[in-house]
């Protein structure tokens, strides 16, 4: 892989897209505690593994537009959000560029602004219950579609048995006639050919969701979008992992 700037990260947080809001991230990543267990007998430190834990800050400009930061920071009736939050970090424009996932909890929410600069937030996310997923993206930051589509193959080299997890952030989306809904599904192959699904969800809202899967993922990955419905479209990212 080669080195990337900062020019292609976005930010994507319960299906809103901040990146027009977001300036910069610091912090991005995760912790291991590492218990010491050193014996009488050992002649080098020994360690166990402990809990995980992770955190990521955002700087952004202030903007309380529906969708846009200042709003989805304090979407609890002007407080903090109590629940947990799914984001999306692409950190490249094309598909199979690295991804972070992470389910979190809102940490903090601050506001400054003088007369001679514009007014800016900070968020910060602490990382619920398992550390940040570190992936690929299937799409191309975000997709729009019309119409039942597949999206392009990633080659990992490999097939994989140890299962992993994928995530989905759907930005925008409508539906008219039929069931009026979006099945999103991640897809593998051993060939490129013939492929099948390992993950689905299916949607008819916005919104994002993380979840894990179990058992092989084959050696090609890539996205089948399918549309139950007589028109729409819908607006995406799909990021996953193996484990």
Request: hydrophobic residues 35%; proline residues 2%; aromatic residues 8%.
């Amino acid at each position: 892989m080669a080195k990337v700037s900062g020019l292609n990260v976005r930010l994507y947080v319960e299906g809103n897209d901040l990146s027009g809001d977001a300036n910069s991230l610091d912090g991005l990543g995760y912790t291991q505690e590492a218990f010491d267990t050193t014996t009488l007998s050992q002649s080098a430190t020994s360690r166990i593994s402990g809990r995980a834990d992770g955190t990521v800050s955002v700087s952004a400009f202030f903007d309380a537009a529906t969708s846009h930061i200042s709003a989805v920071a304090t979407a609890n009736s002007g407080k903090l959000p109590t629940s947990d939050q799914n984001v999306m970090i692409p950190m490249g424009s094309s598909v199979g560029s690295e991804s972070v996932s992470f389910v979190a909890r809102q940490a903090d929410y601050g506001v400054s602004g003088g007369t001679g600069s514009p007014v800016t937030v900070s968020v910060s996310y602490a990382i619920d219950a398992v550390a940040p997923t570190f992936g690929k993206m299937t799409t191309s930051h975000l997709d729009t579609i019309t119409s039942s589509t597949s999206g392009t193959a990633i080659d990992d080299s490999a097939s994989s048995s140890d299962g992993g997890s994928w995530g989905y952030q759907v930005t925008a989306l409508s539906a008219v006639g039929g069931n009026a809904r979006w099945h999103l599904n991640l897809q593998h192959s051993s060939d490129d050919s013939s492929y099948t699904d390992v993950a689905s969800a299916t949607v008819n809202s916005t919104g994002a969701a993380n979840a894990d899967f179990t058992g092989t993922l084959n050696r090609y990955v890539k996205y089948r979008v399918v549309l139950d419905a007589s028109s729409g479209s819908i607006t995406f990212a799909i990021a996953y992992r193996r484990a």
